[in-house]
T-cell receptor, first 115, second 113 residues
Framework: DTGVSQDPRHKITKRGQNVTFRCDPISEHNRLYWYRQTLGQGPEFLTYFQNEAQLEKSRLLSDRFSAERPKGSFSTLEIQRTEQGDSAMYLC?????????????FGPGTRLTVT | GENVEQHPSTLSVQEGDSAVIKCTYS??????FPWYKQELGKRPQLIID?????GEKKDQRIAVTLNKTAKHFSLHITETQPEDSAVYFCAASMGGATNKLIFGTGTLLAVQP
């Protein structure tokens, strides 16, 4: 499968614990995005990487959230001291990044449940 | 900031009928408008998109129209089939450096056999 992959697919954690998710973009895609989707809503933008540089973060992304893309390939999203309001589907998307190549392709998501 | 409104929230049609979903965006600088189909428990799948320099685009049974003056864009599905049943999301982006997508709230389409 050469599409965007995410791991784990499901995560159940207790409030206050830290969690980390991984995203592997489509090979050669240099743009990587994280979105969050809650039930009945469209995805909401969280943060964006161009290669290894994190170029934009949403105001939705509190200080408890941190994302990295150390070598410009896979990315990780960490949530510290999880809260029940963090329960959502976390989606990763990648894009080729060439001029005019705007298409974003999504991974299957990581569903986080905070108990 | 950018806002995208989507209507209707639910749509039920008979197999073979057409379905139309409409979106309105707020930022006139938006220049890229994709549509995603999301089946239950699955990833959003890009089905068609349109750029601001084009008024209409077709791909088999799916078409998208864009009215930049009114800041409206619509998805048209003809000859609907039961496998078209899903949640459809519109989105808007200003392209450029970030190209982050601002999504609508989704339309649950049910095609009755």
């Amino acid at each position: 499968d050469t599409g965007v992959s995410q791991d784990p697919r499901h995560k159940i954690t207790k409030r206050g614990q830290n969690v980390t998710f991984r995203c592997d973009p489509i090979s050669e895609h240099n743009r990587l995005y994280w979105y969050r989707q809650t039930l009945g809503q469209g995805p909401e933008f969280l943060t964006y990487f161009q290669n290894e540089a994190q170029l934009e973060k949403s105001r939705l992304l509190s200080d408890r959230f941190s994302a990295e893309r150390p070598k410009g390939s896979f990315s990780t999203l960490e949530i510290q001291r999880t809260e029940q309001g963090d329960s959502a589907m976390y989606l990763c998307a990648s894009s080729l990044g060439l001029a005019g190549a705007y298409e974003q392709y999504f991974g299957p998501g990581t569903r986080l449940t905070v108990t | 900031g950018e806002n995208v409104e989507q209507h209707p929230s639910t749509l039920s049609v008979q197999e073979g009928d057409s379905a139309v979903i409409k979106c309105t965006y707020s930022d006139s600088a938006s220049n890229y408008f994709p549509w995603y189909k999301q089946e239950l428990g699955k990833r959003p799948q890009l089905i068609i998109d349109i750029r601001s320099n084009v008024g209409e685009k077709k791909d088999q049974r799916i078409a998208v129209t864009l009215n930049k003056t009114a800041k409206h864009f619509s998805l048209h599905i003809t000859e609907t089939q039961p496998e078209d049943s899903a949640v459809y999301f519109c989105a808007a982006s200003m392209g450029g450096a970030t190209n982050k997508l601002i999504f609508g709230t989704g339309t649950l389409l049910a095609v009755q056999p």
